[in-house]
């Protein structure tokens, strides 16, 4: 299953990498595009940490960043949607997709969290 999901993050951030770079060039597109492209490789490389984590709160606490990292891609891409730059139907499957991960993180925590008590 880690797999899977690390896979999945690894399409979105590059996906996101693709879309970024066919889009416009306007400093307000330049300036949502980079953090889109921090937040999106940031979520998938924090994930592969979290693989590495040395015990179950720094896991949840990894995870967390990830979730973090999520967040803040689901939000540029809202702004980029609200601005209405690049292309719709790219952006919006990647707003979905961000939207799922964000949920799937959530559940991952949350899980973790009542295991240990918390």
Do not use: W
């Amino acid at each position: 299953m880690k797999y899977d999901l690390e896979d999945r993050l690894v399409r979105f951030a590059g996906e996101s990498i693709n879309f970024c770079n066919s889009s416009g060039n306007t400093f307000a597109e330049n300036h949502l595009k980079n953090q889109l492209i921090r937040s999106s490789t940031g979520a998938c490389l924090n994930y592969g940490e979290a693989q590495g984590a040395e015990s179950k709160r720094d896991f949840i606490h990894k995870n967390g960043i990830v979730l973090k990292e999520l967040k803040e891609c689901r939000s540029s891409l809202k702004i980029l949607t609200y601005s209405q730059f690049g292309n719709i139907p790219r952006r919006e499957n990647l707003l979905k997709e961000s939207e799922e991960l964000c949920a799937i993180f959530a559940s991952i925590i949350l899980k973790r969290r009542k295991n240990l008590g918390q």
